[in-house]
């Protein structure tokens, strides 16, 4: 039986392997749209800017995601994106 685990407004990607951020970024903003969220928050940390590279490539690729940006207040540490029905 599967679990039902509440979908927030912000999800902090550390725990998950860079090859896996893809999927569990598109799932994620699918569930929050699903859930009536229209902005959400997606924390990936600094460094070199990997994952925030996977991140954005696959928000800009994700039919729901309507515009992104870095969120000024983590310094480049996390991105912000606006969702709603399919562009």
Not at 58 to 87: C, K, N, Q, Y
């Amino acid at each position: 039986m599967a679990t039902e685990v509440p979908i927030e407004r912000e999800i902090d990607l550390h725990a998950f392997a860079p090859r896996d951020i893809p999927s569990v970024v598109e799932e994620f903003v699918s569930a929050a749209a699903r859930a009536g969220l229209t902005e959400v928050r997606l924390v990936h940390g600094r460094g070199r800017g990997v994952q925030r590279g996977i991140v954005q490539s696959t928000l800009d690729r994700h039919p729901l995601v309507l515009e992104f940006w870095d969120d000024g207040a983590s310094h480049l540490g996390a991105t912000m994106a606006r969702i709603g029905p399919g562009r």
